[in-house]
């Protein structure tokens, strides 16, 4: 059974790209079948690639060290980015309309 699903939804896969080039696209006959036979297995690879990577995140175990008071530990770090605006003149003022 689990065959037949993975074949089934393939298939609708292929029926899905094959309308999405035909009518978005508005590709021809032949680019559409072209599109939709070299997308389908891109797809169900890039689709296979990413459940692995999750499925081998899940597997980890979670640590279990606690941070002693003070610490921060290395999961529980803050990002900062700062994005700053200039004008074409290098001048921030000018960017903030000052």
């Known amino acids: 059974m689990e065959r037949i699903k993975n074949a ?4 609708c896969l292929f ?3 094959l ?5 978005y696209f508005r590709a021809n006959e032949l680019g559409s079948l072209c599109g939709a036979l070299t997308g389908t297995p891109l ?3 890039v689709f296979n690639r990413l459940m692995a990577l999750r499925r ?3 597997a980890k175990p979670p640590s279990r060290e606690v941070p002693l008071f003070g610490e921060s ?12 605006l200039e004008g074409s ?3 921030r003022d000018q960017a ?3």
Do not use: D, K, T, Y
């Open 56 to 58: 081998g995140s899940e």
């Open 15 to 17: 029926v899905f790209l």
């Open 89 to 91: 003149n290098g001048n």
């Open 96 to 98: 903030a309309g000052r």
């Open 43 to 45: 797809l169900v690879h």
């Open 8 to 11: 089934a939804l393939i298939f």
């Open 73 to 84: 530990s290395p999961s529980n770090r803050e990002q900062v980015v700062v994005l700053r």
């Open 19 to 23: 309308v999405v080039f035909s009518s």
